[in-house]
């Protein structure tokens, strides 16, 4: 198993229920509804994308390639910091120029869910199966 994207999994899906806290207890009153529904955004794509990195560590244990994981792995970190990131940095201190790697953050999700798919139709038998 690689033991870096469960890790960094555990580690984020932590982070992303500690920022749910602080967003639902510690910003309300502090933020508009806007301002709360784009920090739940942040909070709802970490948590996805925190579980995707351990998916992709438990993934490891199969014949699929680690190499893909691995460059999976990375996209899903860079994703979480960019987009969650951003959207964090942009709600809690109003820095507009940080916008623009939200969607970044995006693409590195989207590409490391194609890096999935070519995965797996690469490799399509998984240990144990007929």
Known sequence: ??????????????????AGAFGSH?????LDARGLEVFQTAVTYQMHHAIALVLVALLALTSLSRRLLACAAVL?????????GSLYLLVLTDLRWIGPLTPLGGLCFMMAWALLVVAAVRHPRVPGQS
């Open 26 to 30: 510690g910003l309300r009153g502090t």
């Open 1 to 18: 198993m690689m033991r870096a994207p469960l890790a960094l999994g555990a580690g984020a899906a932590l982070l992303a229920v500690m």
């Open 76 to 84: 899903f970190s860079a994703g979480i910091v960019l987009f969650s």
